[in-house]
């Protein structure tokens, strides 16, 4: 190993081995003022922006946890998991995962399914515009749905949950399901599916049911969507009535259906 | 290689960040050009990248990067040099930009080695591998942007101790070596040539450190120089019961340029001439007034030396 590469490689042990004392004994080796302020500085450069990026991917986790614990929580990941690229919006994928594997969060199994909506939040902000052809609306009335394949908004992603986790993160980011609400689904245990999707800038979510999970779960495996109705039809018979005019008037409406192709 | 060279000299800018976009596209204010961090805007699409093509229909852009990691032993990231080269062409910014240091790097976790990024403009040694490792990089990126590229000097908070007898550079001989060998211009960025100074002061390797900034300066030739960065900077003095070695001035762009800086800056302006200069502030970020204010300060600075 080439001696920057050694000297390198001491620095980001410094700042992500945690304890860190056998790193700062290491890298005097390499450095002169070991014991300043220094390496301590870079240190808390990364605790504020481990920080500072999960909170802006997972808003509603850090509400939940309170400013304490989202900080110990982004400073633990941040020694786990650190960042693999130089954008640090793409940090943070692997929260979900930690989280459900805390041993200090097993009391609130939901917080898990909660980081896996705001991450698929977080990737709808930042996905590749898409533009609305709404005169390729048309071939939905000139063909055979099962001809037919669509395009979905920027996004769009399905996340499911044993959790009323829709609920969850509504009544908390835009206070959209009232708290007492919140608490009888908790209660029911009610499980729930969350629709991601952008409709133009601005990134949605809203609960679906059985009908429209099986719908949205087949158009994202790129079926056709005579195949995702079949499968709507099933999921409606589970549940409510399905009405493929209505869903499809509503999802244009949405922004959730962007176009269709023969 | 055909590089296009940077841009026309002189001019004064500010660092464009989220408090101010909507109220900077509405009023905007008599500027040359605006600056953002380049991995702000790496995104396929979203509002952050609506808005800065908003900004690119007003004015001309500076895309200064945080995250190329241009001094690493283990070469560039591939995928960040796709997504710059990608903006680059997006956005036909005026000038392109980052930093001489290193984030990225092998790390020993639990699950084994892995080559991570520290999200963080860490330095690097002043050595003759160091240089030829940056040079390496920088002419690769500029290979692949088809442009002049600009590297900026650090604040840094850390000295590497020289490991083998060749003598070691000097940090602006060191940077006048990157420019030679790969062509690349060189951003000057003065609140951190300040910084350095007073942390050398305060560890007391000098005295006087505005001189020493001036005696930096004038080892730079001035065709070399793209840009100059201004900022403020924060004195965290040790508070009672803490080792007096806890005296440090941090380069963290969140107050007005101070009085030194500005008489340094003055310093650049009369040898490199009215180079294109960028307000930067970063945290705490105040009113876009106050930005401003610093523009026409630093504006009124260019006048004087024109």
């Known amino acids: 190993m080439s001696m920057l590469a050694k000297q390198q490689q001491a620095m980001l042990a410094v700042l992500f081995d945690w304890p860190s004392h056998s790193a700062i004994k290491k890298i005097a080796n390499y450095t002169v003022n070991t014991g300043s302020r220094g390496l301590k500085i870079y240190q808390s450069n990364g605790h504020v922006l481990a920080q500072r990026a999960l909170q802006a991917a997972y808003p509603v986790l850090a509400q939940l946890l ?10 633990a990941h941040w020694h786990t998991e650190p960042p693999t690229c130089g954008d640090v919006a793409e940090w943070g994928v692997g929260l979900p995962a930690f989280v459900r594997g805390s041993a200090q969060l097993q009391d609130e199994p939901y917080l898990g399914d909660l980081a896996a909506l705001e991450w698929a939040l977080h990737c709808a902000s930042i996905a590749a515009d898409a533009e609305v052809d709404a005169a390729s609306f048309a071939l939905l009335a000139a063909h055979d749905p099962a001809e037919l394949h669509v395009q979905l908004a920027p996004g769009c992603a399905v996340v499911a949950s044993v959790w009323p986790v829709a609920s969850l993160w509504a009544a908390h980011a835009d206070q959209s399901v009232p708290f007492d ?29 059985p009908a429209e999970h099986a719908l949205l779960t087949a158009l994202l495996a790129n079926q056709t969507l005579g195949a995702a109705l079949d499968a709507a039809s099933h999921g409606a018979a589970l549940a409510t ?14 922004g959730l259906l962007l176009s269709v192709r023969a | ?93 005026l000038r392109v930009s980052d930093h001489a240091s290193f984030a990225r790097g092998q790390w020993l976790g639990a699950s084994g080695s892995r080559t991570i990024h520290a999200a963080d403009l860490l ?23 088809q442009r002049r590229f600009m590297v900026e000097n650090l604040s840094a908070y850390v000295q590497w101790r020289p490991q083998t007898d060749e003598p070691q550079h ?48 004038d080892g730079i030739t001035p065709t070399d120089v793209g ?10 003095r040790p508070t009672d019961g803490e080792n007096p070695q806890d005296d440090i001035v941090i380069d963290d762009h969140g107050s007005r340029v101070c009085a030194e800086v500005w008489q340094i800056y003055k310093h650049a302006m009369q040898r490199f001439g009215t180079v294109p200069t960028l307000i930067e502030w970063d945290t705490d970020i105040p009113a876009l007034d106050v930005l401003l204010d610093e523009a026409r300060h630093a504006r009124l600075v260019q006048g004087a030396n024109a």
């Open chain 1, 66 to 75: 309170g400013a304490e614990s989202f900080d110990a929580l982004a400073r």
């Open chain 2, 170 to 217: 000097s940090e602006n001989e060191f940077l006048s070596s990157l420019a030679k060998r790969t062509g690349c211009a060189l951003l000057v960025d003065v609140n951190n040539l300040y910084v350095n100074a007073r942390n050398a002061q305060i560890r007391g390797e000098l005295t006087d450190p505005v001189a020493h900034c001036l005696i930096w300066l």
């Open chain 2, 1 to 93: 290689m055909p590089i296009a060279q940077c841009a026309s000299r002189g001019g004064v800018g500010i660092g464009w960040r989220q408090p101010h976009y909507a109220e900077l596209l509405v009023r905007q204010p008599e500027l040359n050009f605006l600056e953002v961090h380049s991995e702000n805007f790496f995104a396929h699409g979203g509002a952050a990248l609506a808005v800065l093509e908003r900004g690119r229909a007003a004015y001309d852009i500076s895309l200064h990067g945080v995250g190329l990691s241009l001094g690493s032993a283990v070469g560039l990231d591939a995928w960040h040099l796709d997504q710059l080269a990608r903006l680059v062409d997006r956005i036909d910014p």
């Open chain 1, 181 to 209: 609400a919140l608490r009888q689904r908790f209660q029911a245990q009610s499980a729930e599916v969350a629709l991601v999707w952008r409709a133009g800038l601005r990134p949605q979510v809203r609960h679906l049911d």
């Open chain 2, 227 to 236: 840009e100059i960065h201004l900022a403020g900077h924060c004195h965290m």
């Open chain 2, 123 to 145: 330095p690097i040694p002043f050595s003759a591998e160091a240089l030829d490792v940056l040079c390496a990089n920088v002419q690769r990126v500029q290979e692949r942007l």
């Open chain 1, 241 to 254: 009535q399905w009405d493929t005019h209505s869903w499809l008037a509503q999802a244009v409406q949405s």
